[in-house]
């Protein structure tokens, strides 16, 4: 494999090329500087953009008379090379293949490789973000628990991660511990989630009340027989986390930010960017779900809602207090767990045990099986995820999908729906990669989120990832994005879908191999 690098810290190597006459085409697409074999290019230190470190995929789409020879470049970690500068922060560019580029780029037989950075490990010296757990008083009895990093990063700006359903701020521990070395971070636990459940049961029981068969030795608590004053309207909607960003964005991180959610945290995300675009500067969707909440919301079909009289407040009513409890025990059971990440990673060699131990402690909560409850039956938000997208354009709120291909839940399909409606938003495919694609490839999703932000603060003058300059954002990319993770090499492939993206094509894509291997097997 032939790759050229960069890393956080300054990279020397020497490129060489073996070359033909005709490569004569194309020198003007890298400053090269010609002498007896093998010659040099010299990558430039501090350059702005790309274009200078790793050669124009497009550019060499069009040059089909550009012929450079079967050894791009060799480079080793373990070679000893003379050196020249090569430095590009947090970037990775790569030339790549045992036949010519052409034949790699242009003739899609092959697909080029891309060296970036893996986490920092601080056994190994790295530089790694010191994240903090805090608390923050929003309301009586409503303590919001969040994780930050980056403060000293005065100067750069604040990202906002909000978690899936089930988890909290811990998930996004790789993207505080790496991110946080550029950027201030914050990771927020949703009310009724993670470590933002209650300190106090929201309901008061009566001495001669049922016991419950979730109590056990343990109080559980939700399941009393009226509210308590401070929780008589409190209800798990995507009403109240839009309201909880909103007041976090303002009292605490006090600037507009740049949002990043997975699944829930997805739908929530674009939520509260269509009631408050002025306090945000960009949306990441993770493999963002499509929708949220089984029952209509008061505000937009009244009638309908008057059918359903309880809509996730406490207490419990007896009508479903069997029900969740029943489907309480089956949830929170270790194995059922167990089973679920199994399903959202596509790679199992994914080490999910902290992840799961979390999610355990947080199901042993006295309030959890109450809020797990209040969840489910809380009323769907006042805009659907459709609108809420169209809020957003019509507010030019920037937009970047990131999904995993292999997600069972958000499967490809609602992405390319999304795509299809924000045609110029950027949309970056990972495989393998499942429902969580920053807690099961951290390094792709972060690389990818360092770039999309530099890109928007530099107002489009740096390049997209992948891209070589901003005009290429129209073609589609594809590229295997190789990095280390303890003392091996992992790949994946990222596929960036530009704005000429078409869903029609892609069904067609789709389904044009399997109708033409039915046409060859019918003629057999």
């Known amino acids: ?24 085409l194309c020198r003007s697409k890298l400053p090269i500087v010609k002498g007896k074999l093998p010659f040099h290019v010299v990558v430039r230190p501090g350059c702005g953009s790309s274009r200078y470190c790793h050669a124009n995929i497009l550019r060499l789409k069009r040059l089909n008379r550009c012929q450079p020879s079967r050894t791009v470049c060799s480079l080793s970690s373990d070679e000893n090379v003379n050196s ?48 903090s757990s805090c608390y923050w008083e929003w309301k009586p009895k409503l303590n919001v628990h969040y994780e930050k990093s980056g403060s000293e990063n005065l100067d750069s700006p604040p990202v906002l991660f909000l978690p899936g359903f ?30 933002s459940l209650p300190s106090e049961d929201p309901t008061l029981r009566r001495k001669d009340g049922n016991k419950s068969i979730l109590d056990g030795e343990n109080h559980v608590w939700g399941f009393g027989d009226e ?65 949220w909440g089984f029952l209509p919301n008061p505000a937009r079909s009244p009638r309908l809602s008057r059918l359903f009289p309880w809509a996730g407040t406490f207490p419990l009513p007896s009508s479903v207090r069997k ?17 679920i990440l199994r399903q959202v990673y596509a790679d199992h060699s994914t080490k999910v045990d902290k992840v799961f131990s979390r999610i355990i402690e947080t199901a042993q909560h006295p309030a959890a099986a109450a809020s797990f409850a209040s969840i489910m039956f809380a009323p769907q938000g006042q805009l659907s995820f459709k609108e809420a997208l169209s809020r957003c354009q019509m507010n030019d709120i920037p937009i970047c999908l990131v999904y995993g291909k292999e997600d069972p839940w958000v499967t490809p399909i609602w992405g390319f729906q999304v795509k299809s409606q924000l045609q110029e938003a950027p949309y970056y495919e990972i495989s393998p990669a499942g429902h969580c694609p920053h807690d099961e490839v951290p390094e792709v999703v972060n690389f990818l989120l360092r770039g999309w932000i530099r890109n928007l603060e530099s107002n489009n003058s740096v390049a997209l990832p992948l891209l070589d300059n901003p005009d ?30 078409s869903l029609w094509s892609w069904l067609s894509s789709r389904f044009k191999p399997l109708l033409e291997r039915g046409l060859i097997n019918s003629i057999k």
């Open 227 to 291: 509210s308590e004053t401070w929780a008589e309207e409190l209800v798990y909607s995507v009403d109240l986390w839009r309201d909880q960003v909103r007041y976090f964005v303002e009292e605490v991180i006090k600037e507009p930010v740049y949002l990043v959610g997975n699944s829930l945290g997805g739908f929530v995300a674009l939520y509260f960017a269509a009631y408050h675009p002025q306090l945000v500067k960009g949306v990441t969707l993770l493999n963002s779900t499509p929708f």
């Open 1 to 24: 494999m032939e790759i050229i690098s960069c890393h956080s810290a300054l990279c020397f190597h020497v490129v060489n090329f073996g070359y033909r006459d005709d490569i004569n």
């Open 84 to 131: 020249i500068f090569l430095s590009e922060s947090y970037n990775s560019h790569v030339l790549d293949g045992e036949e010519d580029v052409i034949s790699v780029i242009g003739r899609g037989k092959s697909v080029p490789k891309v060296l970036i950075p893996g986490l920092p490990d601080d056994s190994n010296g790295d530089s790694v973000a010191p994240v």
């Open 166 to 195: 089930g988890v909290g701020s811990f998930h996004y521990e790789k993207q505080l511990k790496d991110l946080g070395r550029d950027y201030r971070a914050w990771a927020l636990d949703f009310l009724g989630q993670g470590m």
């Open 472 to 501: 290429d954002v129209n073609y589609d990319v594809v590229a295997d994005l190789e990095f280390k993770r303890e003392r091996s090499r992992k790949s994946v492939r990222v596929q960036f879908h530009g704005s000429r993206f």
């Open 323 to 339: 029900l969740i409890e029943v489907l309480w025990q089956k949830v929170s059971d270790p194995r059922s767990i167990e089973e």
